[in-house]
């Protein structure tokens, strides 16, 4: 029996919640969005054709709330309720909730989700279906697992919630007793489990389709090994270098798993594989648990699953399954064409501990449809000006990359992370980077536990701090409007940035830093240089011969430049950052018309490279004049003087020992 669904109510929001508005349109489905107080103007209220307030800022009170979810959906007149990924998504009682208020579940039978929602009772189905399994006891009997390590896990739930590595028995007791309070936390239920714990291991995972009319289909899988703190980093499908039989093991597990479970719907099987063992021998590869949703690694198995030479939608397949329709294909139909490699991008500090963050997305550029970026798709929840809560999780997005092998995949989702730019938002964008870029994942060593044991190194922001005085330098030329290039000043010109001073030259190509050594500059394809206060600086720049992009956004107070998918960000001290002096020969120059407001040295005294000499009053800034080298300073102006653009304001003199020694 088929049901006809015309209004879709999405029950989440952010990247997953215009994931599935998407589809929806596509399908000519009318969507309404819901949101808290924290979300009012969010990208998914706006995409929706209706949207509707269900609480304030807090989960429990908004997007938990099951009674607020369905006195929305019947506000709207709406038929449908798509859970998403998080949230209520794995909740039993939500989908019953859905189901007894008369409107169609997109998901799997609530039966299901209760069988396979927790790990005790997930294990059940798996012996029966006769899928191999880790030993494991109830917490308090690890003799029947084995000797240690050991694995504490929460029996409900997910996430990395609730789990606890134990290397020897001084750690059980203590290991049980934390596990239980954060599974509590987390999940309402302290239950948890011990199991083997496998040091090398590969998460591989299998994606299940089924109907309501018998049909059960593997789409094939994804390999999520690149973890951190059991919390998923880079998805890939296909998953490389897994021996034939065993993959073909893992795909019949998964069928066998599903049709035990009378499963309709999306879902996923979780196996461990242990590294070293991937050989097919059913040993080296065990069941972990059943996701009963979709997805937030779904978008890879979408960019290479191939049914009939087509794409698969699997957003439309949870809509056309809930709605009674058969699958209309056969596991003969199903194929694999190319690779594909997903980044998540988190509002996190990952050089900081992995610790959230929120605040305004002052600055976002995507890849997607960047020069250069085919095979690439963004699944974004932020735009320029989105407040991202801490009251949620902390993903605002990912970027999808895909190529006819999985070199070509990784190569292009390292170019499409170099492209990404988020402003104003600590993110994780410059380390998934990193990572996709290392020789490790390049060479598929990283496993499960690998990113725990080899932290990768924090960012050196010197090259952006060279690109961030190149644009400050250019931004006051264009503010000045005395005909310099784009591409930076005629004459020299001293920035300060944070505790650093940095003369710019691009009559000589280079940056140099007081004290050190020069770096030469040069932008590549004449690539237009914000002014201060304008349009965000977006170009290639040559430091030292290697070409790199920058995103510059000059502020009257702080400046951010990205590269790598790293942002960093520079204090302008006093009252501008910018040292509007050039520099001739020894001798300081006003860059611009102005007033001379104050002189700090006196005539005769000596002084160091980057010394505050005096104070320009231009443009409606203060701006200071920096020594451009240690010296004797000689005073040409007086304090509260009109002067000319490029008067000298100030000479700087070899010292007398420097002149004996260039005597003898």
């Known amino acids: 029996m088929t049901t006809t669904i015309n209004t879709l109510l999405i029950a989440n929001r952010g990247e997953i919640a215009l994931r599935v508005i998407r589809t929806a349109r596509r399908l000519g489905l009318r969507t309404v969005a819901v949101y808290s107080d924290a979300d009012a103007t969010a990208p998914h209220t706006r995409a929706a054709d209706v949207a509707v307030r269900i609480g304030p800022t807090p989960a429990a009170e908004s997007y938990l709330s099951i009674p607020a979810l369905l006195a929305a959906a019947k506000e709207t007149g709406a038929d449908a309720v798509h859970p998403g990924y998080g949230f209520l998504s794995e909740q039993a009682d939500f989908a019953r909730a859905v189901i007894g208020a ?46 240690f390590p050991l694995l504490v896990k929460a029996a409900a739930g997910g996430g990395g919630k609730g789990m606890r590595i134990v290397r020897s028995q001084d750690e059980l007791a203590s290991s049980i007793a934390a596990a239980r309070r954060e599974a509590a936390a987390a999940f309402g239920d302290d239950t948890v489990l011990l199991e083997r714990y496998v040091e090398r291991g590969r998460h591989v995972e299998v994606q299940i389709l089924a109907d309501e009319h018998g049909n059960v289909l593997h789409l094939h899988e994804r390999d999520c090994s690149a973890q951190r703190r059991h919390q998923k980093v880079l998805e890939e499908a296909p998953a490389p270098d897994l021996d034939p039989e065993l993959r073909d093991a893992l795909h019949e597990w998964a069928v066998r798993l599903a049709r035990e479970v009378g499963y309709t719907g999306v879902g996923t099987a979780e196996f461990l594989v242990e590294v070293g063992n991937a050989t097919g021998s059913a040993g080296g590869a065990w069941f972990l648990e059943m996701n009963t949703r979709l997805q937030v690694e779904h978008p890879v198995t979408e960019e290479v699953v191939r049914v009939r030479g087509e794409r698969i939608d699997l957003v439309e397949q949870q809509l056309r399954v809930a709605a009674g329709e058969p699958l209309g294909f056969a596991q003969d139909d199903v194929a694999v064409s190319g690779h594909a490699i997903e980044a998540r991008i988190y509002a996190e500090d990952a050089f900081g501990g992995f610790l959230p963050q929120a605040g305004t997305a002052t600055r976002v550029r995507w890849p997607e449809g960047s020069a250069g970026r085919d095979g690439v798709r963004v699944e974004a929840g932020i735009e320029d000006g989105t407040v991202v809560p801490a009251a949620y999780d902390p993903m605002v997005g990912k970027v999808i990359a895909r190529g006819a092998d999985r070199e070509a995949a990784r190569r292009g989702l390292v170019a499409a992370l170099d492209a990404t730019a988020i402003g104003g938002l600590v993110t994780n964008t410059g380390f998934v980077r990193a990572l996709a870029d290392s020789a490790a994942f390049r060479d598929g060593e990283v496993h499960t536990a690998w990113l725990d044991s080899h932290p990768l190194p924090a960012p050196d922001p010197a090259s952006a701090m060279v690109a961030a005085a190149w644009t400050v330098a250019a931004a006051a030329a264009a503010d000045g409007g005395d005909g310099w290039r784009l591409g930076g000043p005629r004459a020299d010109t001293w920035v300060e940035l944070d505790d650093a001073v940095l003369r710019v030259s691009t009559a000589r190509g280079e940056v140099r830093r007081a004290g050190g050594p020069p770096t030469s500059c040069r932008a590549v394809g004449g690539a237009p240089v914000a002014a201060s206060g304008g349009p965000t600086s977006d170009g290639l720049l040559a430091l030292d011969g290697v070409t790199e992009r920058f995103t510059v956004d000059v502020g009257p107070r702080l400046i951010e430049a990205s590269t790598r998918g790293h942002t960093f960000r520079f204090v302008r001290p006093g009252a501008s950052s910018l040292a509007a002096a050039e520099l001739s020969d020894g001798m300081v120059l006003a860059a611009m018309p102005g007033t001379l407001a104050s002189v700090e040295v006196r005539d005769g005294d000596l002084v160091v490279a980057g010394q505050s000499l005096g104070v320009l009053e231009a443009m409606k800034m203060e701006v200071a004049l920096l020594a451009p080298a240690e010296g004797v300073v000689r005073v040409r102006a007086a304090a509260g003087d009109q002067v000319a653009a490029r008067q000298v304001l100030f000479e700087i003199e070899p010292t007398p020992q420097e002149q004996e020694a260039t005597r003898g």
């Open 102 to 147: 008369e409107l169609t579940w997109v998901g799997p039978p609530p039966d299901a989700m209760d069988a396979m929602g927790r790990k005790d009772t997930a294990r059940k189905i798996a012996e029966a279906a006769g899928v191999p399994m880790l030993a494991l006891s109830a917490a308090g009997a690890p003799g029947s697992v084995g000797s």
